[in-house]
């Protein structure tokens, strides 16, 4: 539950130490990390992964600009199910998400797949990338332009351990994981997760 109420719905697979959390892209919903949520399990991680206010099975409405409370809820929840460690891991608006809860919370790390600076209200503020103290790693598609800029400039306004890739294809998103970079973007978030969220 939201700290202003919304009932969110998700999944846990896994029973390990490091939580990542696993936040979807629009207009998706949760089933859109459920192959690679499975695999971070079997990977010796615990993953969640659940629907955003008004997506999914979540209640609320679609409210993008507040979907950073729903990140926070999250981070929450696995810190009362005995996690010290949680890394996040968003697609899109997802990434949007996660970069502005970075700037809020400690966390052991976070992933962002197309992160956009700012999408239908949901605005990185300017200040909070300097907030950041945590390993990033940005991932884009190079024929994704919009995306591949944004990450760089994430980049660079970042501070710390930081890494960026920019793989071939125009893949958004989840669809990294799926498409022709699939086996090596994976890769990347694992060594990430394995090395810098260590």
Do not use: N
């Given at each position: 539950t939201t700290d202003d109420g919304?009932?969110?719905?998700g999944e846990v697979r896994g029973n390990g130490?490091?939580?990542?959390?696993?936040?979807?892209?629009?207009?998706?919903?949760?089933?859109?990390w459920t192959p690679f949520a499975s695999r971070?399990?079997?990977?010796?991680?615990?993953?969640?992964?659940?629907?955003?206010?008004?997506?999914?099975?979540?209640?609320?409405?679609?409210?993008?600009?507040?979907?950073?409370?729903?990140?926070?809820?999250?981070?929450r929840l696995m810190r009362s199910r005995g996690h010290g460690r949680i890394a996040l891991v968003g697609a899109s608006m997802g990434g949007t998400a996660a970069l502005i809860v970075a700037a809020r919370a400690d966390l052991a790390g976070v992933v962002t797949l197309s992160a956009a600076s700012?999408?239908?209200g949901l605005t990185i503020p300017p200040e909070a990338l300097t907030l950041i103290d945590e390993p990033?790693?940005?991932?884009?598609?190079?024929?994704?332009?919009?995306?591949?800029?944004t990450a760089q400039e994430l980049y660079a306004g970042s501070p710390g351990g930081k890494e960026v890739q920019i793989v071939a294809g125009s893949?958004?998103?989840?669809?990294l994981l799926h498409g022709e970079q699939a086996g090596s973007v994976q890769a990347a978030i694992l060594d990430f997760l394995q090395t810098d969220a260590a």
């Open positions: 919304v009932e969110l719905v130490e490091l939580a990542v959390v696993l936040l979807h892209m629009y207009p998706a919903d949760r089933d859109s971070l399990a079997g990977e010796g991680y615990t993953a969640l992964s659940f629907d955003f206010r008004g997506y999914g099975e979540s209640g609320g409405a679609k409210r993008i600009d507040q979907i950073w409370r729903d990140v926070l809820a999250a981070v700012s999408f239908r990033t790693l940005f991932i884009a598609a190079q024929e994704d332009v919009s995306a591949a800029t893949e958004h998103g989840t669809e």
